[in-house]
Structure formats: structure tokens, C-alpha cells
């Protein structure tokens, strides 16, 4: 069974620093894009970061450029993603996400994790 | 990386129809045969209905299909049920590796 399951969430205060992590489970995770997506409190969804299976390749959207690090440990199966110089518009959850069905240019999502909420407040 | 555009809202009785659109541009929806729906929950994740346009995952029923025209997609629930009401998204790429996703779509079953 595919199981993906975040950690790291919490409360930080703006500027402040946070480092999610998503433990993979049940399928070989070296062959997968992964990535992140968040959705803020009674918000829609939005794409926040991709890493390529080796982890050569790294996209990002632009509100969080230079902020954000996405990275993985194939040898952990685990995905991460670094928050830095947060603002209270990060403030959502952060759900880890397995990218798959993939045609010559795009992919879907097939497994998302749970979700871990981070709150920026002072 | 503009959100695409969806209706806030949309509703139907039991065993009937509704269609939501998603609008975008040249640049993302109309630049690329590839958009996915997404179905959420209230406190839950969201779970793809639709890939590729058109082409269902396993085990999601056959009243969901997907189409597309131009800058605007379309996801269609036919026969809907109660367990359908739910919070729909779209998304497509916006540039090579890059996606958005649609504003989402309150789905209402009366």
C-alpha cells in the first residue's frame, strides 16, 4: 500500500524557519516525480514545488523561489522541503505528492499524503 | 502562474448532470493535452478523478469524464450522487515542469 507521510509542521514566527519532511512507503520511490502542494485555510490548492526522480531537475512557483528548497534522500525514501523567510501567507497545509500517469510533457498526482499544517504568526 | 478560472459553485439533484469548466490560457489549458481533476473532501486530501484530459484511474466510476476546447476544459458527473458533493480542482502545466491549478469548484448535490 502507498502511504506518504508528512511531519515537521507547526507554529514559526515570520522570517522564521521550517523543514517538512514526507516518509514514503510502499512503492519504489526512485522512479517517481514528487513534489508539494499546499492549500491555505478555506483556500484552493496550489502547486508549490517538483523534484525529478534523481533529483537533478527542481521547480518551483515563483512565490516561493529563493525561499523554498525541495529535496529528497532516495536511500530514505523521503522527500523534504525547507521553509525559509516564511511570511504568514505561507500559513497551510502542506500536502506531499506523488506525480504519476505521465504523458511526454505533464503528469498527474496519484497519492497525496495527509497534510501537515504550518502557521506563521508571531 | 495565475490560478485557472472555475466556477465558485455548482449544483444538481440526484441522478442528474453538472458539468464544471476550467478556463485558462494559450500558455497552460490550450498549450498542452493534459489536464487533471482533482476531488476533495472537507478535511481531506484530494484524491485524481481525471488525467490526460479524459482518461480515468482505476476505480473511479465512469460517470466522470473529462473533456477539452481550446483554453477551456470540462469535467462532467453524470447520475450524480450524494458522495459527490465535494470540492473539485483542475490543473495543468503552466510552463515545462511548472503547474496551476483552478480556483476549485463547490459541488452540491440538492
Known amino acids: 500500500e502507498v502511504q506518504l507521510v508528512e511531519s515537521g509542521g507547526g507554529l514559526v514566527q515570520p522570517g522564521g524557519s521550517l523543514r517538512l519532511s514526507c516518509a514514503a512507503s510502499?512503492?519504489?520511490?526512485?522512479?517517481?516525480?514528487m513534489g508539494w502542494v499546499r492549500q491555505a485555510p478555506g483556500k484552493g490548492l496550489e502547486w508549490v514545488a517538483n523534484?525529478?526522480?534523481?533529483?537533478?531537475?527542481?521547480y518551483y512557483v515563483d512565490s516561493v523561489a529563493g525561499r523554498f528548497t525541495i529535496s529528497r534522500d532516495n536511500a530514505e525514501n523521503s522527500l523534504y522541503l525547507q521553509l525559509n523567510s516564511l511570511r504568514a501567507e505561507d500559513t497551510a497545509v502542506y500536502y506531499c505528492?506523488?506525480?504519476?500517469?505521465?504523458?511526454?510533457?505533464?503528469?498527474?498526482?496519484?497519492?497525496w499524503g495527509q497534510g501537515t499544517l504550518v502557521t506563521v504568526s508571531s | 502562474q495565475s490560478a485557472l478560472t472555475q466556477p465558485p459553485s455548482a449544483s444538481g439533484s440526484p441522478g442528474q448532470s453538472v458539468t464544471i469548466s476550467c478556463t485558462g490560457t494559450?500558455?497552460?489549458?490550450?498549450?498542452?493535452?493534459?489536464v487533471s481533476w482533482y476531488q476533495q473532501h472537507p478535511g481531506k486530501a484530494p484524491k485524481l478523478m481525471i488525467y490526460?484530459?479524459?482518461k480515468r484511474p482505476s476505480g473511479v466510476p465512469d460517470r466522470f469524464s473529462g473533456s477539452k476546447s481550446g483554453n477551456t476544459a470540462s469535467l462532467t458527473v453524470s447520475g450524480l450522487q450524494a458522495e459527490d458533493e465535494a470540492d473539485y480542482y483542475c490543473?495543468?502545466?503552466?510552463?515545462?515542469?511548472?503547474?496551476?491549478f483552478g480556483s476549485g469548484t463547490k459541488v452540491t448535490v440538492l
Open positions: 510502499g512503492f519504489t520511490f526512485t522512479i517517481y516525480w
Open positions: 505528492a506523488r506525480w504519476s500517469y505521465c504523458s511526454t510533457t505533464s503528469c498527474a498526482i496519484d497519492y
Open positions: 490543473s495543468s502545466l503552466a510552463a515545462s515542469k511548472i503547474y496551476v
Open positions: 490526460e484530459v479524459t
Open positions: 494559450s500558455s497552460d489549458v490550450g498549450g498542452y493535452n493534459y
Open positions: 523534484i525529478k526522480q534523481d533529483g537533478s531537475d527542481k
